[in-house]
């Protein structure tokens, strides 16, 4: 099964508002990923964030991470239209070579 | 840099066929990956590949096999294609597996089973 679920499925916000997805997954990991995936192409990493983080940025985006909980969240601010896009975390359970991917958010920013 | 190839781009084939999808990375990384992704899913494992001469089993290996050919290469190959295979299919690589870095992926194969 999936390790890793994001939530909500999809989601539609105004150019300019922020977007939050945020990803549960089952069993210890070593880092977790976010990925962004355009229509019929194939994934292009975002951000990384390790087991010992709690947080971390880049550019627009913001990554938490609480392994207590084991979920993270994923912050675009000041989304744009080019952001319009499926987000995927995934994540390598720890002791395995193995990336996990969840099913995915599915952003619409409406210009 | 090309980063990763694949190819074809888009396949057709009937029940029963067999073909061999092909993957290319330029980067020297030391693992590789094949993922299907069917509509409105994320991305299932097939097979990894950690080293050049290693591979190992993902999620969902039944009916599929793999050769890591070399460092810069990893085919994926469906001997007796059924329906349930229709699926884009990607490859991807990493850099050193220890530190579990980042993916980079190809642009996909579209794969219709008929």
């Known amino acids: 099964s999936q390790q890793g679920e994001e939530d909500p499925q999809a989601l539609s916000i105004q150019e300019g508002e922020n977007a939050t997805m945020n990803c549960s997954y089952k069993t210890s990991i070593n880092n977790l990923q976010w990925y962004r995936q355009n229509s019929g192409r194939g994934l292009v990493h975002l951000i990384l964030i390790r087991s010992n983080e709690r947080e971390k940025h880049s550019g627009r985006l913001r990554v938490t991470l609480d392994t207590s909980k084991k979920s993270s969240s994923l912050l675009i601010t000041a989304s744009r239209a080019a952001d319009t896009a499926s987000y995927f975390c995934a994540t390598v359970p720890s002791g395995t070579y193995k990336y996990i991917f969840g099913t995915g958010t599915r952003l619409k920013v409406l210009a | 840099n090309a980063g990763v190839t694949q190819t074809p781009k888009f396949q057709v084939l009937k029940t029963g066929q067999s073909m061999t999808l092909q993957c290319a990375q330029d980067m020297n990384h030391n693992s590789m990956y094949w993922y299907r992704q069917d509509p409105g899913m994320g991305l299932r494992l097939i097979y990894y590949?950690?080293?050049?001469?290693?591979?190992d089993k993902g999620e969902v290996p039944n009916g599929y096999n793999v050769s890591r050919l070399n460092k810069r290469e990893f085919s994926l190959r469906l001997e007796s294609a059924a329906p349930s295979q229709t699926s884009v299919y990607f490859c991807?690589?990493?850099?050193?597996?220890?530190?579990?870095?980042?993916?980079?992926f190809g642009p996909g194969t579209r794969l219709t089973v008929l």
């Open positions: 991807a690589s990493s850099g050193d597996t220890a530190y579990y870095n980042e993916q980079f």
């Open positions: 590949s950690a080293s050049e001469g290693t591979t």
